[in-house]
């Protein structure tokens, strides 16, 4: 599987938009990008996932330029309960024959102040 | 619907003993994976289970098993146990095996080996 390099923090302040971007330079064909958010002492939560070009749901958009090399994560005006980190994963698609581990990283500690 | 469910939420344990954590998945999953999660980690792969058989394993030593029930609830438990198992232990579902990369987590069971 790709491996996904990501900034380790980020500090924003509410209101603010905030992009992570995550570099996977050795992405495969079949591959889709993912990304979770988890909280302190929770389980991560699945957020957006692409495949190319840009992904949109009520949570976040993700962009996906054409090489597919990297992967931006937007969160549209931040909150407070934004504070979480945020990993990107890359793997096999849907239907791939893959048997679905997912590999996290060290992810990207998002701080939002007030 | 409820989602996915473990327990205990928190136990200690002595070096040398044995556990057993437990989890129930989101009614209709059928694949359950296990993760460990040290502090300041992502979380790590150890098992993944469909339709009763183990489709997945981690680089996990044999003091680590897993098994999964009928009902697709399953068990992961860990003999011998070491200071280093000290971990939040996750518990994830998804409708299918392949490529399953939109998971669902429980909240996790808090080990403390002392």
């Known amino acids: 599987l790709a491996k996904t390099t990501q900034p380790i923090s980020m500090d924003s302040y509410e209101g603010q938009e905030v992009n992570i971007t995550c570099s996977h330079n050795n992405i495969a064909t079949n591959d889709y990008i993912t990304w979770y958010q988890q909280f302190p002492s929770q389980g991560p939560r699945f957020i957006i996932q692409g495949y190319k070009t840009k992904v949109t749901n009520e949570v976040a958009s993700l962009f996906i330029p054409a090489d597919r090399k990297s992967s931006t994560l937007s969160l549209p005006r931040v909150s407070l309960s934004d504070t979480a980190v945020y990993y990107c994963l890359v793997g096999d698609g849907p239907g791939s024959g893959n048997t679905g581990k997912l590999i996290f990283g060290q992810g990207t500690t998002l701080q939002v102040k007030p | 619907d409820a989602g996915v469910t473990q327990s205990p939420t928190h136990l200690i344990k002595t070096r040398g003993q044995h556990v057993t954590l437990r989890c129930s998945p989101i009614?209709?999953?059928?694949?359950v994976s296990w993760y460990q999660q040290v502090l300041g980690q992502g979380p790590q792969f150890i098992f993944q289970?469909?339709?009763?058989?183990?489709?997945g394993r981690g680089n996990f030593p044999d003091r680590f098993s897993a098994r999964q029930f009928p009902n697709y609830s399953s068990e992961l438990n860990v003999n011998a146990l070491l200071l280093g198992d000290s971990a939040l232990y996750l518990c994830?579902?998804?409708?299918?095996?392949?490529?399953?990369?939109?998971?669902?987590f429980g909240p996790g069971t808090r080990l403390t080996v002392t």
């Open positions: 009614s209709g999953h059928k694949s």
């Open positions: 994830a579902s998804s409708l299918v095996v392949t490529g399953a990369y939109e998971q669902y």
């Open positions: 289970y469909y339709e009763k058989e183990e489709r």
